[in-house]
């Protein structure tokens, strides 16, 4: 079993193994990263080990690489069901024709109804980057508390979208061409290397801050 392998499995290795692990795997393409994903925290020692999860933080999805869902929760008490339809780009065509039945045009409009309905049976919501401070969120010292769980899963309904908040690109990162997400509004990036067909390995920068948090996604 490979290094990856056995720190995903494991769920926690110090952040020299986790580095190594990501530095001896090959890179992805857009095309490979198209879908839902479910994650999985890799402690390290990171400020955010254990508490996505804890939120209650299930996964992220790429429709293209200029749509993006990358914090999809549960919602409490739900079953996580697998992709829709919406998922093959049914739905979302059947969004663009109602559309423009209706006089509209494409463009944001059908993409998020089309959303809207990727997740309205699947047991799971997209929240907007734009109100999670991740660099206040990781000094907080009662972050991992049942307290501040609930607190945020309240405050969740309120932040809920069904707009893109994420980008696929192709970059090449300590010497390996791969393909990284950037969130629209949020100083953050995930960077992606292919452990199997099915699984990767991932990295989170950041901007001005050394520390990385590092997780594993897993197709859905």
């Given amino acids: ?47 955010l080990d254990g508490v996505l999860e804890a939120y209650g933080w299930w996964g992220k999805e790429f429709v293209s690489a200029n749509e993006g869902y990358p914090l999809l929760f549960r919602i409490p008490g739900g079953a996580v069901q ?14 663009v024709k109602a559309s423009r039945g209706a006089g509209a045009t494409e463009g944001e409009a059908p993409r998020a109804a089309a959303a809207s309905e990727r997740f309205e049976h699947s047991g799971l919501v997209s929240l907007d980057p734009r109100f999670l401070p991740v660099r206040i969120g990781m ?24 707009e893109s908040r994420a980008v696929l690109q192709v970059t090449k990162h300590r010497g390996v061409t791969t393909v990284a997400m950037s969130y629209l509004d ?25 520390r990385r948090y590092f997780f594993a996604l897993t197709r859905a």
């Fill in 139 to 162: 000094t907080l010292p009662f972050r991992r508390t049942r307290a501040a769980a609930m607190a945020f899963r309240a405050m969740s309904r309120l932040i809920r979208t069904s």
């Fill in 82 to 95: 697998g992709p829709s339809e919406a998922s093959t780009g049914a739905p979302e065509r059947d969004a």
């Fill in 1 to 47: 079993m490979r290094l990856a392998e056995r720190i995903i499995a494991a769920g926690e290795a110090s952040g020299v193994e986790a580095l190594a692990a990501f530095d001896s795997l090959e890179g992805v393409t857009v095309e490979f990263m198209l879908g839902r994903w479910r994650a999985m925290g890799i402690r390290t020692g990171h400020p």
């Fill in 186 to 210: 949020q100083p953050v990036t995930d960077y992606f290397r292919r452990v199997d067909d099915q699984t990767v390995l991932a990295m989170m920068e950041l901007e001005g801050d050394a």
